[in-house]
């Protein structure tokens, strides 16, 4: 595994950084501050390393006009990554290229993962491409976290050096869709309960058809194709309900649901996976290693969620991280 990872944590917490005041208002300026370093260290850093730019999780940041003056005076270009609906459509206002990312909880490493596969299906990033990637807490709004990466070699953030060009395969936006409603299915769980296992197929629907069977009947069977497109979110509920079907969810790539409870035939029994992982995972190994498809799956032991393609997982969210 030759991955190459430049790796810089800076992290400035408490007194470590600024000493703990008990004004609100001066703690404020302190973060500002704080958060203004990181900025135009990551800046200097990417200049420094040639890299491409920052990609930055930005729910914590105020004042866009005063990031992108930031961005301008040190010429890098910025992508940012948000959670929050109002803060992307300030953001949308001011940049070119801002990512809305699932408002889910989110620790710094899934942050960056999440920003990364959204920055890939759009094409704003590709394999080759050095970034350097600073996110924090938003409920310190603190940024404390800064990594410098090259895509396409294998890294703990992205699991394989076969990155996908997602939008060849699906939509961008059913892929992010997709995944956003994966994540809450995986924090959901079914009525309280344990989280629901389940696998998403995209793309490169007619072979995964089929090398797949139906293990029941299909819900989605004769309903017109305009009522069963996973972009229409009055839809999403009806997904979360009948996610607890065994079986896959098959999509085209334009975000029709084909199917529910299909089997997938490629047993994947040759295909090397991490140790405790189990069949449903196994079924998505071996599907995408004979179609080319994508899929999203979610553990029913740990509400992890994994993205495989060509018969490896190419990243993964887990709880916590």
Not at 92 to 115: T, W, Y
Not at 216 to 221: E, K
Not at 223 to 237: F, G, T, W
Request: charged share 30%; hydrophobic share 45%.
């Amino acid at each position: 595994m030759d991955f190459r990872i430049y790796i810089c944590i800076i992290k400035l917490r408490g007194n470590k950084a600024f000493n703990v005041l008990s004004i609100p208002a001066r703690r404020e300026v302190k973060v500002k501050q704080q958060n203004r370093i990181m900025l135009e260290t990551a800046c200097i850093i990417a200049r420094k390393t040639r890299s491409k730019g920052v990609l930055l999780y930005a729910d914590m940041i105020e004042d866009y006009e005063a990031l992108a003056k930031i961005g301008q005076e040190k010429r890098v270009d910025l992508i940012l990554a948000i959670k929050d609906e109002s803060f992307f459509q300030e953001a949308a206002s001011v940049f070119e290229k801002v990512l809305q990312i699932p408002d889910v909880p989110l620790g710094r490493i899934n942050q960056m993962k999440m920003a990364i596969i959204q920055a890939l299906s759009k094409g704003l990033v590709k394999k080759g491409d050095k970034w350097v990637c600073l996110s924090g807490i938003p409920q310190t709004k603190v940024l404390d976290n800064l990594i410098i990466l090259e895509f396409g070699k294998e890294f703990e953030l992205v699991s394989s050096a076969d990155l996908p060009v997602i939008s060849e395969i699906v939509r961008p936006e059913v892929f992010e869709t997709v995944l956003r409603l994966a994540l809450e299915i995986s924090i959901e769980g079914k009525e309280g309960r344990k989280p629901v296992g389940t696998i998403f197929v995209l793309g490169k629907h007619e072979e995964v058809l089929k090398f797949s069977h139906p293990m029941v009947i299909n819900p989605f069977q004769g309903y017109p194709e305009e009522e069963r497109n996973i972009l229409d979110h009055r839809l999403k509920e009806t997904v979360k309900e009948f996610s607890s079907i065994d079986g896959a969810f098959i999509l085209r790539e334009d975000g029709i649901i084909l199917a529910a409870g299909r089997h997938l035939d490629a047993s994947g029994e040759n295909i090397e996976i991490p140790l405790g992982l189990g069949s449903r995972h196994r079924a998505a190994a071996g599907i995408t290693s004979l179609t080319d498809a994508l899929a999203i799956v979610i553990s029913e032991e740990t509400g992890g969620v994994r993205i495989f393609h060509h018969g490896k997982i190419f990243m993964e969210i887990e709880k916590g991280e």
